[in-house]
C-alpha cells in the first residue's frame, strides 16, 4: 500500500508507487495473489475490510517515504490490532526506521533497500515457515528486548532484464490507466549531499534498451490512449551510447504510434555530450529535468553536484537552440551557505536561465528535506544546519524542516517567496515584453492539448492572459491560423474572428471604446465587431465601407487600412482567422 493523506500536490499516484507493482509483479510469478493499492489514508480502512478476509491476506505492507511515515505508523497498528496479520513496511524511509518504530507501530518486519527477493523470502518464511528471520538480507525486526535486528544488508538486483514488468492489473481500487511511467535503470554514481538515492544506491545498473521497449509496446497495448512516457531514471543520459539506441527504437515507434516522453539528465554529463540534446529532441522527448538546486557555484560544490552554473547555461541554451520543448528544474531554499547575498545569487541566475529559456524553462522552489541516509542528514551540523525535531511531521513543505547558521524560519520564508515572485515578476516581463517566440507559445499549447503536459508557462502565464489564451487555443486546435498564415491571394476569403467577448473586455464607461488603456477608433471598433468569425474579409469590407465610404478614396484605400488594423490585432492576440 502506498498512501497519503490528502494533501494538494503530494496525492499518491502512479508514479508514486511503480515499485509495488514491480513487487507484485516478482510475488505473482512466485505464485501468489498479491494486490496493490494507492490513495488516500481515509480510504485504507473500507479497502481492508472488503479484501483481507475476501482475499485471504497473509501480510499487509506499506511504502514509507519522507511524507507519509506518520500515516504508516498509524495503519500498522490499525492493522496488526484490527486482524491480526503480519505487518511489513519498506519504501525509501525505511533506512531510518529502527526500534522505536517497531514499538510505536507494531509492525513485524522493515524491508530495506530493492525488495524483490527480500520479499519473496519474507513471505515463504510467513506463509510456509520455510527458512529463518536472520537469513533473510535486507530484512529487520524487533528483538525480543526490543532491539532491532537484522539479516544483513542485500545487494541490489544485478540483471535487471530478468525482472518482471510491473503487474499494473495488480491494482485495488483504481480505474486509472497505467504504464506511463518506466524506470529504465537503477542507482547513481553521484553524491549528492540532499539526496536519497545518491546515498544508498551508487551501483548502476542499466536495462537493455531491447527490454525497455518492450514494456513500452505492452504498455501501450494495454493503455490506447497512452501518449505520453515518463522515464523515471536520474542517470538516464549517463551512457551517451545507450541515449542513442533509445532514441533510435522511439524513433521507429513513434512512426507508429503517436507518444512523447520525459526524462532526467545530469547536466555535466550533458554539457559533455550535447549531442544527445538533438538526439532526444528528434525522438520525441518534450520535456528534460535538470538538476539545478542553485546558482552559487559555492553552494554547488557544497551539495556535491558535479556542475557548475556556467554548465547549466551552456545544457539549456543547447536544450532550446535543439528545440526541446520545456525544461524542468527546482532551486533549494534553505539550503547551506544560504544568506540574502546567496539567495540574491540564485534568483540573478534564475532571471537569466528564463531569458536563455523564455517560455520553455520552468523554475520550482522547495524546502530543503532532510532524506534519511543522505549526507545533510547524517551530519548536518558540517553543512551549517539544524534538522527541526520530527521535521517529517511538521511539514508538507509548506514550511521548512531545516534551520540555517544565521537565517531565521521566517528569514528562509521570505527568501522561497522572495524567490517566486521574482521569478513570476520575469516571467511576466518577458511575456508583456513579446520576448517569447510563437513558435513557443504555441508548442506549449500543442503539449497540452496533444499530451496533457502542462507547464508553467502554460498555467501560469499564458492561460491567464485572456487574449493570447484563446488565441493560441484556436490555433492550435486547427480550428484557426494566424494572420501570418494565410495566403496572401486568399485573404479576401478568409474569416476574422475575435478572440474575446466584446461585454467582458471593452471598457465603455468614458463613452468611448477601450481595451487594457488602448483608445480603439470608431474604424478599429468596428472591425473589430465585424470580426465574428461569421464573415469573410471581403464582406467585413463591404460593412465597414457602408459605415466609412467618406473618409476613403475607394475600398481598395479602405482594405489596406483594414489589413493593417487587423495586422495589428493579431499582434495583440485579438483576432485569428478562419477558412470556414
Avoid at 507484485?24 to 488516500?40: C, M, Q, R, S, T
Avoid at 482475499?55 to 490490532?81: H, I, M, P, T, W
Amino acid at each position: 500500500m502506498n498512501v497519503k493523506r490528502p494533501v494538494s500536490g503530494l496525492n499518491a499516484g502512479p508514479v508514486d508507487c511503480l515499485g509495488l507493482f514491480y513487487l507484485a509483479a516478482v510475488l505473482e510469478n512466485k505464485g501468489y495473489d498479491p494486490w496493490v493499492f494507492h490513495g488516500l489514508t481515509s480510504d485504507v480502512p473500507d479497502v481492508l475490510e472488503k479484501n483481507i478476509k475476501e482475499k485471504n491476506v497473509a501480510a499487509v505492507g506499506f511504502s514509507c517515504d519522507y511524507q507519509n511515515r506518520s500515516a504508516v505508523e498509524e495503519l500498522c497498528r490499525y492493522v496488526k490490532n484490527k486482524y491480526g496479520v503480519a505487518v511489513i513496511v519498506g519504501g525509501p524511509q525505511a533506512v531510518a526506521l529502527g526500534a522505536e518504530f517497531f514499538k510505536e507501530s507494531g509492525c513485524d518486519y522493515i524491508v530495506r533497500g530493492e525488495a524483490e527477493d527480500t520479499l519473496v523470502e519474507l513471505l515463504e518464511l510467513i506463509t510456509q515457515s520455510k527458512g529463518g528471520r536472520e537469513l533473510i538480507k535486507g530484512l529487520c525486526w524487533p528483538g525480543e528486548d526490543g532491539a532491532l535486528m537484522t539479516g544483513g544488508e542485500r545487494e541490489p538486483a544485478g540483471d535487471l532484464d530478468s525482472l518482471p514488468f510491473p503487474a499494473y492489473h495488480r491494482a485495488l481500487g483504481s480505474n486509472r490507466s497505467y504504464g506511463g511511467t518506466i524506470f529504465t535503470g537503477r542507482g547513481c554514481p553521484f553524491s549528492c549531499a540532499f539526496c536519497y538515492q545518491s546515498n544508498h544506491k551508487k551501483k548502476v545498473r542499466l536495462r537493455s534498451v531491447e527490454n525497455v521497449m518492450k514494456e513500452i509496446a505492452a504498455n501501450l497495448d494495454k493503455n490506447p490512449d497512452l501518449k505520453y512516457i515518463t522515464v523515471m531514471d536520474d542517470t538516464f543520459t549517463l551512457n551517451p551510447q545507450r541515449v542513442e539506441e533509445f532514441c533510435g527504437a522511439m524513433n521507429k515507434l513513434r512512426i507508429k504510434r503517436n507518444i512523447a516522453w520525459y526524462c532526467e539528465g545530469h547536466v555535466r554529463t550533458i554539457a559533455r555530450h550535447p549531442e544527445m540534446l538533438k538526439m532526444m529532441a528528434g525522438a520525441g522527448l518534450l520535456r528534460l529535468q535538470i538538476g539545478v538546486e542553485s546558482g552559487c557555484r559555492q553552494i554547488l560544490d557544497i551539495y556535491g553536484k558535479n556542475t557548475t552554473p556556467e554548465e547549466i547555461e551552456f545544457v539549456v541554451s543547447e536544450a532550446v537552440r535543439c528545440k526541446i520543448p520545456q525544461i524542468a528544474t527546482n532551486l533549494i531554499i534553505g539550503g547551506p551557505l544560504e544568506s540574502e547575498k546567496t539567495s540574491e545569487e540564485t534568483i540573478a541566475f534564475a532571471e537569466k536561465l528564463l531569458n536563455i529559456a523564455p517560455g520553455i524553462i520552468d523554475i520550482t522552489t522547495g524546502f530543503l528535506r532532510p532524506y534519511p541516509g543522505t549526507a545533510i542528514s547524517n551530519a548536518p551540523g558540517s553543512f551549517g544546519l539544524k534538522i527541526s525535531e520530527a521535521a517529517e511531521i511538521r511539514s508538507f513543505d509548506d514550511y521548512p524542516p531545516v534551520s540555517v547558521d544565521g537565517l531565521s524560519a521566517e528569514d528562509i520564508i521570505a527568501n522561497r517567496v522572495r524567490t517566486g515572485r521574482r521569478i513570476s515578476k520575469t516571467m511576466r516581463g518577458l511575456l508583456n515584453e513579446n520576448k517569447i517566440p510563437y513558435e513557443t507559445i504555441l508548442s506549449q499549447y500543442a503539449a497540452a492539448r496533444e499530451y496533457g503536459v502542462t507547464s508553467m508557462w502554460y498555467l501560469d502565464a499564458f492561460k491567464r492572459n485572456v487574449f493570447l489564451d484563446e488565441y493560441f487555443r484556436l490555433i492550435s486546435s486547427g480550428a484557426a491560423v494566424r494572420m501570418a498564415g494565410v495566403p496572401e491571394d486568399e485573404f479576401p476569403l478568409w474569416r476574422p474572428q475575435r478572440t474575446f467577448e466584446i461585454w467582458r473586455i471593452v471598457d465603455m464607461r468614458n463613452g468611448y471604446p477601450r481595451i487594457d488603456g488602448y483608445v480603439l477608433s470608431p474604424l478599429e471598433f468596428e472591425l473589430l465587431l465585424h470580426s465574428s468569425g461569421k464573415t469573410t474579409f471581403a464582406e467585413v469590407l463591404e460593412g465597414l465601407y457602408r459605415i466609412f465610404a467618406d473618409k476613403f478614396e475607394g475600398i481598395d484605400e479602405l482594405a489596406k487600412h483594414a489589413a493593417r488594423l487587423l495586422k495589428n490585432f493579431d499582434s495583440r492576440r485579438w483576432v485569428v482567422f478562419c477558412k470556414v
